[in-house]
């Protein structure tokens, strides 16, 4: 389990941008950066503008593990920020600016669990590997550049 704590300040959005590329490049996630980064990045922008408007300063912590399904990404805040994170749109207009975030989530996540009174946000990003069509194509593709090789000894 990586963890990474931020403060809210001018570099803290770097930090995260640099925490999930290492974490997609350390497990060989590439072709998964966008489709992670992008909702990992969104949440945790806007729980830290959250936490700057609130004046509250507390730090986020980001987490990731694996997980049966993947790989999850954990946001935590120490305002219940996500408590309104649900399976409807919210029509208040004091949420709006987590409207954006809860679409991308709504879309790129595979799954989203709310925790602790909605002060943590758990992503989950399924991340099982190659399909099995796939893989046989690829074995065909291969056989076909290999032919076995016989060595002889004089």
Not at 97 to 101: A, T, V, Y
Not at 117 to 124: D, I, K, P, Q, Y
Not at 149 to 154: G, K, L, T
């Given at each position: 389990?990586?963890?990474?704590?931020?403060?809210?300040?001018?570099?803290?959005?770097k930090q995260v941008e640099e925490f999930v590329d290492a974490v997609c490049y350390n497990n060989h996630l590439d072709n998964y950066l966008a489709?992670?980064?992008?909702?990992?990045?969104?949440?945790?922008?806007d729980t830290?503008?959250?936490?700057h408007n609130s004046a509250s300063n507390e730090p986020v912590t980001i987490s990731t593990e694996y997980c049966h399904e993947g790989i999850c990404f954990t946001v935590h805040s120490?305002?219940?920020?996500?408590?309104?994170?649900?399976?409807?749109?919210p029509?208040?207009?004091s949420l709006n600016?987590?409207?954006?975030?809860i679409q991308v989530v709504k879309l790129l996540v595979d799954e989203f669990?709310?925790?602790?009174?909605?002060?943590?946000?758990?992503?989950?990003?399924f991340v099982r590997g190659i399909d099995a069509k796939e893989a046989s194509r690829r074995k065909e593709v291969l056989s076909l550049f290999y032919q076995p090789?016989?060595?002889?000894?004089?």
């Open positions: 389990m990586e963890t990474l704590v931020i403060q809210p300040d001018k570099n803290s959005m489709t992670i980064s992008v909702p990992v990045i969104k949440v945790v922008q830290l503008q959250s936490s120490y305002q219940n920020c996500f408590s309104h994170f649900s399976s409807s749109f029509l208040q207009s600016s987590f409207f954006d975030s669990e709310i925790l602790d009174n909605g002060s943590t946000l758990r992503m989950v990003f090789a016989m060595v002889e000894s004089n």
